[in-house]
């Protein structure tokens, strides 16, 4: 079985930054791709940032400039930093890995979500 916790949201205020993580747990070969999502009230789930395990990095267009991906591999872990939040940040952010369990055979594991409510 496979876990990804997603940790670090909360109430911020606008101008306010957060670092969001993620961590994959249980029987891991390998992780591929981790990437972070989110969903606001009201609205589909959307790509934020995904990153390669040799660290390539991929963002939507509104996360660009404010937000970074990075990871750890050592960790299996995934992190988002959000800076100058701003109130249309506010959804739930997910978590997503490609893991591989066994050599040859990998499917995508999702998180729970963590809130990020930006409000002052």
């Known amino acids: 079985q496979v876990q990804l916790v997603e940790s670090g949201g909360g109430l911020v205020q606008p101008g306010g930054s957060l670092r969001l993580s993620c961590a994959a747990s249980?029987?891991?070969?390998?992780?591929?791709?981790m990437g972070w999502y989110r969903q606001a009230p009201g609205k589909e789930r959307e790509l934020v940032a995904d990153?390669?395990?040799?660290?390539?990095?991929n963002y939507a267009d509104s996360a660009k400039g404010r937000l970074a991906i990075s990871r750890d591999n050592a960790k299996k872990a995934a992190y988002l930093q959000i800076d100058s939040l701003k109130p249309e940040d506010t959804a739930v952010y997910y978590c997503?890995?490609?893991?591989?369990?066994?050599?040859?055979?990998?499917?995508?594991?999702w998180g729970q979500g963590t809130q990020v409510t930006v409000s002052s």
């Open positions: 997503n890995a490609d893991v591989t369990r066994i050599p040859g055979y990998t499917r995508t594991y």
């Open positions: 990153i390669t395990s040799g660290g390539a990095t």
């Open positions: 249980g029987s891991i070969f390998s992780i591929n791709a």
